[in-house]
């Protein structure tokens, strides 16, 4: 079983919106220093989206969600979110939610907990 699960993927028009989220799966704990997201789009490697201190207190985002992405977290339900608006057709991957025992990570290394993936096809 994975350790983190993740919803709100689906099928949404160029323009529009969504709002991802990552929980931890029933009766698993993760490592809360640094929460992020990644995405693969077909034939493409897995890249670094947004990223977040369980604090809050820090947020990186990639150049090419900036100003359209947001990344936030509920500590309270240890849960945290990915807001996608003005979505591209190029923004079409699957999503993943992973979460990092290392401040500030940006890299797919440091992250040891991953989710399996939400789908998010952007149609033209």
């Known amino acids: 079983q994975v350790p983190l699960v993740e919803s709100g993927g689906g099928l949404v028009q160029a323009g529009g919106s969504l709002r991802l989220s990552c929980a931890e799966a029933?009766?698993?704990?993760?490592?809360?220093?640094?929460m992020g997201w990644f995405r693969q789009a077909p034939g493409k490697e897995r890249e670094f989206v947004a990223g977040?201190?369980?604090?809050?207190?820090?947020?990186d985002y990639a150049e090419f969600v900036k100003g359209r992405f947001t990344i936030s977290l509920d500590s309270a339900r240890s849960t945290w979110f990915l807001q996608m608006n003005n979505l591209h057709s190029d923004d079409t991957a699957i999503y993943y939610c992973?979460?990092?025992?290392?401040?500030?990570?940006?890299?797919?290394?440091?992250?040891?907990?991953w989710g399996q993936g939400t789908q998010v096809p952007v149609s033209s």
């Open positions: 992973a979460a990092s025992a290392e401040p500030f990570a940006t890299t797919g290394r440091p992250f040891n907990s």
């Open positions: 977040i201190r369980w604090s809050g207190s820090w947020t």
């Open positions: 029933s009766g698993r704990t993760v490592s809360r220093n640094t």
